[in-house]
């Protein structure tokens, strides 16, 4: 089993920065492509970045390309989103996930096996 846990949300204003992570249990973090999805409520779920099992791809959602950056250590198990100039609409919770490994890059939710419990991210005015 897999377990995967968010943590580093927070309030912040508008052009801050957080830095969140993704604790992953099990051995096999390091063969499996990781990615971040966030979520407000009464919307869907939406892809924000994945990174590759070696780290050496990364691919972005448009709405966040530039200010925002995915990145892994896997000696710690742990995925990372740093996020700079946050925007209001940037709010939401924020979500890790395992990718299934059927493509690259993997948007879709469905593409996705294991997820966190999420971390809330405040963006203020």
């Known amino acids: 089993q897999v377990q995967l846990v968010e943590s580093g949300g927070g309030l912040v204003q508008a052009g801050g920065s957080l830095r969140l992570s993704c604790a992953a249990s099990g051995r096999t973090f390091s063969s499996y492509a990781m990615g971040w999805f966030r979520q407000v409520p009464g919307k869907e779920r939406e892809f924000v970045a994945t990174i590759s099992w070696s780290g050496g791809r990364t691919y972005y959602a448009d709405s966040v390309k530039g200010r925002f950056s995915i990145s892994r250590d896997n000696a710690k198990n742990t995925v990372y989103l740093q996020m700079n100039s946050l925007k209001p609409e940037d709010t939401a919770v924020y979500y890790c996930?395992?990718?299934?490994?059927?493509?690259?890059?993997?948007?879709?939710?469905?593409?996705?096996?294991?997820w966190g419990q999420g971390t809330q991210v405040t963006v203020s005015s």
């Open positions: 996930a395992r990718d299934r490994g059927s493509r690259w890059p993997a948007t879709g939710r469905r593409e996705y096996d294991y």
